[in-house]
């Protein structure tokens, strides 16, 4: 089957290159609000945020925390509204995201991403749906720059739980797709029952990628080929076109080639384009790739 492929080097908050209702499924990794290797690129789209960070060396208030936490959620939200605009009746929305742990104004503690984005979308339309948890045995808190379980050593009560699991938040929009009668398509995408039986269960044991000790690649946080396979083959249909608000390194593209899906894919950072292109090399036959730059 020919399937057609799109990176855009924009900003994903406007996506005024799709036509509503023309997507069948989102499957993105966003930035992790309250996890410091995205602090410059939120303060970067967002100046709002910049100044905050500022004005909370300032004051040091507990406010201007939350102020800041809640403007890295209204920013990723523009992105949520603009797919809920994109997505066709039924289209499904993976959103792979973490919580934060991080101390502020000398205080530990959680920024529960996971419920932050599921407000965010339930105002935006989206109808919530059971969520998968991803067993990520890498994740440490660390606590004033050491390891694992610190706080107190052996001794209760001031330890800390170890976030072990990233969320994979699943939404709907609208009512549920419909096909008509014995549609082919439907059956050539059907998966298999031991499939079935291991991708609709709520916890995923799947191995994240090994980080490369290039900064660059390091900065996408690229996640596993086998969690997006997973989603492609779980909400779509062959031909249908799937979107990657926040695509990095360009998994989502890659899965979608590999199993006959259209794609599109938005990045800022158009130094990734290397390793973007790199990722989907050599491409298959039937795949057409175009890129292309809003600014241009
Ligand atoms: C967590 S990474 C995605 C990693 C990706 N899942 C992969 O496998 O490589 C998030 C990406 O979103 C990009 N980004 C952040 N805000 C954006 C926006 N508003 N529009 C488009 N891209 C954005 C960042 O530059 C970064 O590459």
Wanted: glycine letters at 6%; a positive charge.
């Amino acid at each position: 089957m020919q399937t057609e492929h799109k990176i855009i080097l924009a900003n994903s908050q406007q996506m005024p290159e799709l036509a509503d209702s023309s997507i069948h499924l989102m499957v993105t990794s966003p930035p992790y609000p309250m996890i410091k290797m995205w602090d410059t690129q939120f303060a970067t789209i967002n100046p709002q945020i910049a100044r905050l960070w500022q004005k909370l060396e300032a004051d040091g208030e507990e406010e201007t925390v939350t102020q800041i936490y809640d403007a890295m959620h209204e920013t990723l939200s523009r992105t949520w509204r603009e797919t809920h605009r994109v997505l066709v009746d039924g289209g499904i929305a993976c959103i792979n995201i973490g919580d934060a742990t991080r101390t502020l104004n000398g205080k530990f503690r959680l920024f529960p991403n996971h419920s932050r984005i599921i407000e965010h979308c339930e105002k935006t339309g989206f109808t919530t749906l059971p969520y998968i948890l991803w067993k990520k045995p890498t994740t440490k808190p660390k606590y004033k720059g050491k390891g694992a379980f610190l706080g107190s050593g052996f001794l209760p009560p001031n330890a800390y739980v170890t976030l072990d699991c990233e969320f994979i938040l699943l939404f709907r929009k609208g009512k549920l797709r419909h096909f008509p009668p014995n549609d082919p398509r439907r059956y050539e995408s059907a998966f298999t029952k031991q499939q079935r039986d291991e991708w609709f269960t709520q916890i995923w044991d799947v191995i994240g990628t090994r980080q490369t000790t290039s900064q660059i690649e390091r900065r996408t946080a690229a996640y596993p080929d086998e969690i997006v396979n997973r989603l492609i083959r779980m909400f779509t249909v062959k031909g249908d076109t799937v979107l990657d608000p926040f695509l990095g390194s360009g998994t989502t593209v890659k899965l979608a080639m590999q199993n006959d899906r259209n794609s599109i894919g938005y990045e800022t950072d158009e130094k990734l384009l290397p390793l973007i292109e790199k990722k989907l090399t050599p491409e298959p036959a039937t795949c057409k790739l175009s890129i292309i730059n809003r600014e241009n």
